[in-house]
């Protein structure tokens, strides 16, 4: 090998170096966002009203029921309509849940998007791929 071809090489070889570096140093940027956002997910409580205000219902981000709170008069109404109520109330949390959620982790998805993946530098490399198909639910979950 001549000097001409050891230099070509030495090139080649810092110019995928550099391109590695810049896509770990996006990962830990995501890697730190996305700590945040689970944070942001865990602490999630999104509450909804009844069109009546015979009940309030609290979710997590989740959309799972947390908190259910009933007014003094829905001790009044019929069980039917004090069962639409807290079903109204339920339904509008977790509608409430799935937005702030998609608001939460949009900037996230969107930024995986533009990074290349790391098994592609990398065979053992975890895929950045996958994290993004698990937030938009097509991924295993």
Avoid: C, Y
Avoid at 120 to 133: H, K, N, T, Y
Wanted: charged share 30%.
């Amino acid at each position: 090998m001549d000097r001409w071809e050891r230099e070509g090489l030495r090139s080649a070889n810092n110019g995928l170096r550099n391109q590695i570096d810049h896509v770990m140093d996006d990962f830990e940027r995501q890697r730190d966002k996305l700590g945040e956002v689970f944070t942001q997910l865990e602490n999630l409580r999104l509450q909804a009203t009844s069109q009546d205000d015979l009940a309030e219902v609290v979710v997590d981000g989740s959309g799972v029921v947390a908190e259910v709170r009933l007014s003094a008069a829905a001790m009044r109404s019929t069980p039917e309509q004090l069962g639409r109520s807290i079903t109204e109330a339920a339904r509008a949390a977790a509608g409430l849940a799935a937005a702030r959620v998609q608001d939460l982790t949009a900037e996230l998805t969107a930024d995986l998007e533009t990074l290349p993946d790391l098994p592609d530098f990398a065979p053992e490399a975890p895929s950045l791929r996958e994290v993004r198909d698990w937030f938009r639910g097509t991924g295993p979950q």
